[in-house]
RNA sequence: GCGAUCGUAGCUCAGUUGGUUAGAGCAUCUGGUUGUGGUCCAGAGGGUCGUGGGUUCAAAUCCCAUCGAUCGCCCCA
């Protein structure tokens, strides 16, 4: 391929046509989901003071440490102007968080059910279903803890795919990482224990050990593994609230009928986790990608400057799903049908079609028209390509008396009507029920 | 961020051990006489072979770099 002059960016692309399906598809069924359980819309800003995110995941995480868009920007005083550095948001969940505590949203009514839908931004290495800009579907449930919460928010996940027909290819793997205090007292053993042994490790695990040692659990290296089999483990220092909290959890999604995988080695690379945390991973492939991911952050609130505060929430990857969706065969209905072509010939006839167009379109016709000056073997050909139901032909012989051609494409049988009934006779061979027409209650959150 | 593979028209690809003006199918456009599609027939447009260097009498074919995509690692959406 020549290279064009300019193209997207390395890890973006365009959302085509095509794909756009699918996103609408998923959007569609992700605001019915949210709503049925009482979650509203929010959406914080693209971009946010990079501390919060720094903060709230956790400095030593790769979504931090090297992951991170950062937008450099000024802020000027009466005095000074100093710089300022944002951060394109690599996930949802800190925006909403930051923006609970700045609107006082620990007044409203608790729990507060958020859900947001947009671009997230990560500096990474693309590779398929790995990009630097890609869509995240965000469910939030803040300021209430209780395991119904956590098994409701899984639930509507579960429902999500359902509906997207990708629910079998998932498993949903489950774990209970403690409380801070229990990890902490958790890392301490885990980190005695590997005094002394750091020379076995891998480069990267022994970095790991100091700055992320919780990670060190799920490393794949064969002599980490070794060693960790006889070290301490995570589910030793969990606290009875914890294990009392995972245990009703479990009971919890049971009674949904929520089929899960227990998974001790499952941690999250996010800091702000503690407690439950989930992941919806490929059931094919094993580990793989994640299509999604979540868990409890009851600190997090605090630490970004809040009132402690308890939260549970999931973030799901729209291009995974869509790519499961892909993979699965799953087709997604789609409106952009044609179905009226106008094809017209001579200046009069292409002047009245200009109206006719308009009016059709106006009673939910989906209508397009070639109104350059192509042959009508041409517009023939084009109304052909475009799929079109019905083409309507205004020559100039019609319009002199009156009438004009509808064609039954399909039937290959036409017919010659009066003009001024040309948009009656359509609406009646199309019927009322496939009619395009929409009112603004429908139309609202449709994006 | 590390390792590996790949990169030829809009798309899918061919292009023999480096050798004359780089090909096919699909797609696009225009025709096949007076105003008509889907099949058929004919023709046209479209590529400085990702980009930049180098080796050679000669490179899409070899070497280096670079960009991009893909795979594994890492990580997660």
Redo the contacts with the bound molecule.
């Keep these: ?3 064009p002059q300019f193209r997207t960016p ?2 973006t692309h365009d959302v085509l046509p095509e794909d756009h399906q699918y996103m609408t598809y998923i959007k569609k069924a992700v605001r019915h989901r949210a709503r049925q359980a009482g979650y509203k819309r929010i959406d914080p800003p693209i971009f946010e003071n990079r501390a919060i995110f720094e903060r709230g995941i956790g400095e030593h ?3 931090v440490e ?1 992951e991170l868009f950062i937008v450099s920007g000024k802020q000027r005083t009466e005095e000074s102007e100093s710089d300022v550095q944002f951060a394109l948001r690599p ?1 949802i969940t800190a925006g909403i968080c930051r923006s609970y505590i700045e609107h006082g949203m620990h007044l409203l009514p608790q729990p507060v059910e958020l859900y947001a839908i947009g671009q997230c931004f ?1 500096y ?8 630097r800009q ?1 869509h ?1 579907v965000d469910l939030e449930l803040i300021g209430l803890k209780d395991p119904s919460l956590d098994a409701q928010l899984i639930h509507v996940c579960m429902n999500i795919f359902a509906d997207l027909r990708i629910a079998d290819r998932l498993t949903l793997q489950l774990n209970n990482i403690g409380n801070a205090e229990n990890r902490r007292a958790f890392l301490v053993a885990l980190k005695d224990f590997f005094i002394g042994k750091e020379r076995h490790l891998p480069e ?1 695990d022994r970095k790991r050990l100091q700055t992320n040692p919780l ?1 060190l659990l ?4 064969e002599d980490t593994r070794i060693l960790l089999k006889s070290a301490p483990t995570l589910d030793q220092f969990i606290d009875d609230d914890s294990k009392q909290y995972h245990a009703t959890l479990v009971e919890y999604l049971d009674e949904l009928g929520v089929k899960h995988t227990a998974n001790p080695s499952l941690v ?3 800091d702000y986790y503690g407690q439950t945390v989930f ?1 919806f991973w490929d059931s094919s492939s094993g ?7 979540g868990g409890r952050y009851d600190g997090l609130i605090e630490l970004l400057g809040g009132q402690p505060t308890p939260g549970v929430g999931v ?3 729209v ?2 799903m869509i790519w499961h969706m892909k993979q699965a065969g799953v087709t997604v209905p789609n409106k952009d049908h044609v179905d009226v072509f106008v094809a017209q ?1 001579g200046p009069d006839a292409k002047k009245m079609c200009l109206t006719l167009i308009a009016k059709l379109r106006e009673k939910g016709v989906h209508t397009i028209g070639a109104l350059g000056e ?5 517009q ?6 475009f799929g079109a139901k019905f083409t309507l ?1 205004l ?4 319009v002199k008396e009156g009438k004009i ?1 509808l ?1 039954d ?2 039937a ?1 049988k ?1 017919k010659s009507i009066k003009f001024e009934n040309a948009v009656e006779e359509v609406l009646k061979l199309l019927g009322s029920e496939n009619l395009d027409t929409y009112t603004l209650r429908d139309h609202f959150d449709e994006d």
């Excluded at 799920?218 to 290296?221: F, L, M, Q, V």
């Excluded at 192509?374 to 041409?378: E, I, M, N």
């Excluded at 020559?395 to 019609?398: C, L």
């Design positions: 391929m020549a290279e390395k890890g995480t790769d979504i090297k996930e990560r990474d290495r693309p590779q398929k279903g790995r990009y890609f995240q990267l990670r799920d490393s794949k290296e999250r690379g996010l992941e580990a793989q990608n994640a299509v999604g991911g973030a799901m990857g291009e995974r010939l192509a042959s009508l073997k041409s023939m050909r084009l109304a052909d390509k032909l020559g100039q012989m019609e051609i064609r494409m399909a290959g036409q």
